[in-house]
């Protein structure tokens, strides 16, 4: 097949020993910033962009390509150990990820996510290589299309609400706020910026999630009764077989979502991150395991993430267009060196092209040789006692979050959301829908106002596009479904049934006061 | 197993860091050899130099700004480094310029009609043009109006044509940038409305024409011509005085009817308290760099052909830009 | 369990906070209004946070209230339950036993909070103006000592070699961290 014919004249090309030790390079490297705090995927490739000016165009191109996969695992650790998401694809794999370590199962807990990383990239290439025209069909979904889309993943929230409806809207609707914050992107004017330079860039949403997660953990940690220390629970750092066949169906779901959402030029990889945590949790049999260390949890969103690091570079070689601000500078690179981005790079230099896929599948490999042995080294990070572990960590994460925007204003935003988290916890205010609306909301806002700039006729736009029309019968079926069941729940509870059996441990628990 | 994991750890790291040291070295960090003939001692003390670039690493004008830096590293036998500040329309670049020692040792990009953005009303800048010293232009960057390639216009006339009643759509990456005040130009030739849909970045723009959703975009030469070149892209028009080496086959805007000409010019600038001597000093190495042959090549793969002006020039463009632009009612737009 | 001075009660706290947040819908709504709702038949830069301000205003309401209401009698409306899905042997609260019943805040903890929020401000007010080494090593210095307790005579030394070495190391990498003088481009780095 020309297929395999190209993809082996991409292996040819980069299977030179100059340009393996450049995409290790590239995966450790990426690795260790990703590690730091608020450091992410742009960040890090951001750091490789000069030397495009000197490499040659392949080296430098794979050199990218494997910081960029390198720091989202690199995320992946911070998350994972600390509860610190260090970019912002790790948040929802440190909702599980750190339960996971608390349970004394952090190596588990990373071990699943390099091997789920590992699947949902190689899935991934086997995706780009075969089906990349469904870019194209992307391109093709208007805004209100995506505002359906996206306001179908806003109804995740509640899923991800837990035990109390009001306080998980309460967080997903603060989220909305902060993420109106700053410029109005439509008509240019200031919203709630108080005058001030900084906020009229926005709120950070890295800054905000490593305080109202990493932050927040750390002062939760430090005011507790009994101070914690996961230096005596390290437990076992091996993956079981029994752990591997309950991710399998994850990592396959996650491989689909990611790959579709990163498909839609301009989503966000934490939207992506989200639904994969959120469709485990639903299709889960032991849905009350999650948020508390299911291994679904971690693996899920972590191949999700990969999937969309890779599906993210379709639309760029298909049609030239960067998804992402990391693809952004992948394309400068690309142009520096006098190459054109999207269909011609394979017309033109197909061995650059092919070689940028197969690197990609060498990323993988090198990603999961690297991280396995690797991860007995990150859990013994957490033997170290938290009093010298915690300052060494606040450190860290002041520079992550002053690295931002080189701006003392984001390591502020990082305290005020770490007491904004603590507050939340005092409260049982879960957090995940904050941090999922953040993102969503923006989106949701731009997309329905540039639909309505084209027709302000809402109800003719919903008509004359299907995906979004199905988008918000689907919202309206689930909440029917929703509505019906409370109804009978509470028709069934106030006729004596107290619901079936009831298990020893809600029957132990004095929290049941309902 | 303590001891193997810490010596693959610091193997690891050790690589990393010679591996840093090399990329270091050979960018960002260690660019300033000496090559030219009289490397022209800068005459402020600054162990490097920081150029503000208000947009993302990766964009077509950081890239400008990444090959310039890299020329006047040589140049000026100093480090020159990017740093990115984006957002806020080049106010949050613009304020930390402001806000650095006007020693000579923080410059900044400055882009126009972009950083015009000041004068409106509603946007309070904080800041004026007399905050500004300009070391002088180096490169004007044409726009190009494009359709989809299947979109049934096959040249401007047919564009306008097309206008009716509802006027045109097109896709603009902010409300009153350069794009707005193209499309504000062009509707009052037109005499018709076009509506703009506002998106997040040219990328979002392209995406936009190629999906139907608008009938076209203007765009910077360098960001379409790949698409133009592989056929997803058709170049109506370009907004230039003079039609393009790079798109020969297509008409300008004046050519077609439409008296509307608009150029983005890209510039370097500093705080107007930073001595007279180092401004000096920088308009000479631009004026070098424009008639250095790689200069020229690096900026025409981005598209942008090189164009040399002296500090008071720009700033005579910058007036006429102004003018123009404060003419302009946005909201027939939005 | 150490029984510490209860600043805060438990509902008194909730109660609170719905209010403040409550504060915080009106305000929004307040200055929505002043941006506009619409412009023409365009929703205009106020009409998102005036809708999602209501909201707010409307769901800390409906918390303060049930707030008031809680333990007594109980839960009627059934809102403090999942709305989603019947989970069977789902307990309620957080992992830990004891973050279930305390949502107080005692005098301990809330002077470990105070100092950890003041002390931040060291990096924030001095980031900028003495540099980075100088800054991380107080600021790490001090939390070593204060948090951790770490012995006196060599955290300031120990501290200020690890933060000279990382900012070798972010050096070497690329990252550039504000220094009063650039002593490592003098370096040769």
């Known amino acids: 097949m020309d297929l395999i014919n190209d993809l082996l004249l991409g292996f040819q090309h980069i299977l030179t020993p100059t340009i393996i030790l450049f995409a290790v390079l590239g995966c450790a490297l ?127 929230v509640i899923g991800l609400a837990g035990r109390s409806l009001i306080k998980g809207l309460i967080s997903a609707v603060l989220g909305l706020l902060i993420g109106t914050v700053g410029l109005d992107h439509f008509t240019g004017t200031p919203r709630f910026t108080f005058g001030s330079v900084e906020l009229t860039g926005g709120i950070s949403y890295v800054a905000v999630i490593m305080g109202i997660f990493g932050l927040a953990e750390i002062l939760r940690n430090l005011t507790a009764k009994q101070p914690v220390d996961f230096s005596s629970n390290i437990g076992s750092l091996r993956l079981s077989r029994r752990d ?135 859990v013994s990070v957490l033997r170290v006692p938290t009093g010298i572990l915690y300052p060494v960590v606040l ?99 106030s006729g004596g049934d107290q619901g079936g059996g009831i298990p020893t441990e809600q029957a132990s628990s004095k929290a049941d006061t309902e | 197993m303590k001891k193997k994991n810490a010596l693959y750890a610091a193997a690891i790291a050790l690589v990393s860091l010679l591996a840093g040291c090399a990329a270091g070295g050979g960018g960002a960090d260690g660019g300033g050899e000496t090559e030219g003939p009289d490397a022209a001692g800068y005459p402020a003390d600054c162990p490097s130099i920081e150029l503000l670039v208000g947009f993302s690493a990766g964009g077509a004008t950081d890239l400008a700004f990444r090959v310039l830096a890299d020329e006047l590293s040589t140049e000026l036998g100093k ?146 011509l790949p698409s133009i070149e592989s056929g997803q892209l058709r170049a109506l028009a370009i907004w230039s005085p003079e039609r393009s080496d790079a798109l020969p086959d297509v008409p300008t805007a004046r050519e077609q009817g439409i008296d509307v000409v608009a150029e983005t010019k890209y510039a370097l600038m500093m705080p107007a308290d930073v001595p007279e001597d180092v401004r000096q000093v920088l308009e000479e190495t631009l004026a070098t760099i424009t008639e250095k042959q790689s200069f020229q090549d690096d900026l025409a793969n981005l598209g942008i052909p090189t164009q040399f002006q002296t500090g008071e020039e720009y700033s005579t463009t910058w007036d006429e830009m102004a003018e123009t632009v404060q003419a302009i009612d946005f909201d027939s737009l939005n | 369990m150490i029984r510490g001075r209860r600043l805060l009660s438990q509902h008194g706290a909730e109660r609170l906070t719905a209010c403040i947040l409550a504060l915080i819908a009106a305000g929004v709504l307040a200055e929505s209004l002043r941006l506009e709702l619409s412009r023409g038949v365009q929703p205009g830069p106020g009409f998102f946070p005036a809708l999602v301000a209501g909201i707010l205003l409307v769901l800390s309401s409906l918390w303060a209230v049930q707030g008031a209401r809680m333990p007594a009698s109980g839960d009627s409306l059934g809102l ?95 990252i550039y961290l504000p220094e009063p003088t650039d002593y490592l481009t003098l370096l040769g780095l």
């Open chain 1, 30 to 156: 990426g690795m260790l910033t990703g590690v730091l705090p608020g450091f992410g995927p742009p960040a890090a490739t951001a750091l490789l962009l000069p030397l495009a000016f000197v490499l040659e165009p392949t080296a430098s191109i794979v050199m990218i390509a494997a910081i960029y996969y390198g720091s989202m695992y690199g995320g992946t650790i911070t998350s994972v150990l600390l509860n610190i998401p260090g970019e912002v694809s790790s948040v929802a794999t440190g909702i599980d990820g750190y339960q996971m370590t608390r349970n004394g199962q952090a190596g588990k807990a990373l071990s699943i996510a390099a091997v789920g990383s590992f699947v949902g990239g190689m899935l991934a290439v086997v995706g780009m290589v075969f089906a990349s025209q469904l870019a194209e069909l992307a391109v093709n979904l208007t805004y209100i299309d995506i505002f359906g889309l996206s306001f179908l993943a806003l109804m995740l």
């Open chain 1, 244 to 378: 591997l066949r309950d991710s399998v169906g994850s990592m396959g779901r996650g491989t689909v979502i990611g790959f579709f959402f990163g498909l839609v030029p301009g989503s966000p990889a934490a939207a992506s991150a989200f639904t994969s945590y959120a469709v485990e949790k639903r299709v889960s049999k032991t849905p009350e395991r999650f948020g508390r260390g299911a291994i679904q949890g971690v693996a899920g969103p972590e191949t999700a993430n990969n999937a969309l690091g890779i599906s993210n570079f379709i639309p760029l070689l298909t049609l030239g267009i960067p998804s992402s601000s990391t693809m952004a500078i992948l394309l400068g690179a690309l142009l520096i060196n006098g190459l054109q981005p999207g269909p011609l790079l394979f017309t033109q230099n197909p061995e650059i092209a092919w070689g940028l896929i197969a690197s990609l599948v060498l990323s993988n490999v090198i990603l999961l040789v690297m991280a396995l042995p690797l991860v007995r080294l990150w």
């Open chain 1, 395 to 493: 450190g860290v994460m002041t520079i992550g979050a002053f690295a931002i925007n080189n701006s003392v204003f984001d390591v502020g935003i990082m305290w005020v959301a770490g007491l904004v988290g603590f507050v939340f916890h005092k409260f049982e205010i879960p957090l995940a829908p904050l941090a999922l609306t953040l993102v969503l909301g923006p989106m949701l806002e731009s997309n329905l106002r540039r639909a309505l700039s084209l027709n302000a006729d809402l109800g003719a736009t919903l008509l004359a596009n299907p995906i979004a029309l199905s988008a918000f019968v689907l919202i309206g079926v689930i909440f029917a479904v929703k509505a019906v069941t409370a109804v009978r729940r509470r028709v069934r509870r």
């Open chain 2, 79 to 224: 480090d020159v480094r990017v740093i990115n500040a984006p957002g806020g329309g080049g106010s949050i670049m613009i304020n930390q310029m402001l806000s650095a020692p006007a020693d000579g040792c923080t410059l900044g990009h400055s882009t126009i009609p972009s950083h015009l953005a000041y004068l409106y009303p509603e946007v309070d800048a904080g800041y004026t043009k007399e905050d500004f010293a300009f070391a002088g232009a180096f490169a004007v960057g044409p726009q190009v109006l494009t359709v989809a390639a299947d979109s049934p216009h096959q040249s401007l006339d047919d564009l306008v044509e097309s206008a009716g009643a509802d006027g045109l759509t097109a896709a603009a990456d902010s409300p009153n940038g350069g794009d707005a005040i193209i499309n504000a130009q062009f509707a009052d030739a037109l005499g018709s409305k076009i509506t703009q849909v506002i998106v997040d970045g040219s990328a979002e723009k392209v995406t936009a024409v190629l999906g139907g959703q608008v009938d076209f975009q203007n765009g910077a030469l360098g960001g379409v």
């Open chain 3, 80 to 174: 403090l339950k999942d709305a989603t899905f019947p989970e069977p042997g789902d307990q309620e609260g957080s992992t830990t036993p004891e973050e279930l019943t305390d949502r107080s805040v005692n005098a301990r903890q809330a002077k470990i909070l105070a100092f950890a929020v003041l002390w931040a401000l060291v990096p924030i007010l001095l980031l900028t103006a003495i540099g980075f080494t100088l800054t991380m090593t107080v600021y790490v210095s001090g939390l070593l000592l204060i948090v951790g307790r770490t012995s006196r005579v060599w955290t300031v030394p120990l501290t200020f070699v690890g933060t000279v070495l990382v900012g070798i190391g972010a050096r070497v990498v690329g």
